[in-house]
């Protein structure tokens, strides 16, 4: 078993920044790849990065070159650093995390936190 807890969200003006983090505890070891992912109001829940256990990131296309993951092992941590926040992107943010070998994959995702939510104002 493995428990996230995000946290780091909050209300932030357009423009700003915030850097959530997400907790990983239990089997760490057994994770292969870790992810974050957002919900809108009336939306379904989308990709917003992904990294592996190599080190290897990807992002949404909405988020490139505003976004960062990174995992920090000696804290048991992956952040997810949002800069140049819009309104859009107001949304719960979870921290998700796969076992399974290969590409993360939304639906391979086996672990998920409770979210944290993302206010962007205008």
């Known amino acids: 078993q493995v428990q996230l807890v995000e946290s780091g969200g909050g209300l932030v003006q357009a423009g700003g920044s915030l850097r959530l983090s997400c907790a990983v505890s239990g089997s760490r070891l057994s994770v292969n790849a870790m992810g974050w992912y957002r919900q809108a109001p009336g939306k379904e829940r989308g990709l917003v990065a992904t990294?592996?256990?190599?080190?290897?990131?990807k992002y949404a296309d909405f988020v490139k070159g505003r976004f960062t993951i990174s995992v920090d092992n000696a804290k048991n941590t992956v952040y997810l650093q949002m800069n140049s926040l819009k309104p859009e992107e107001t949304a719960v943010y979870y921290c998700?995390?796969?076992?399974?070998?290969?590409?993360?994959?939304?639906?391979?995702?086996?672990?998920w936190g409770k979210g944290t939510l993302v206010t962007v104002s205008s």
């Open positions: 990294i592996t256990r190599d080190g290897r990131s």
């Open positions: 998700a995390a796969q076992t399974a070998g290969g590409e993360p994959n939304y639906y391979a995702m086996d672990y």
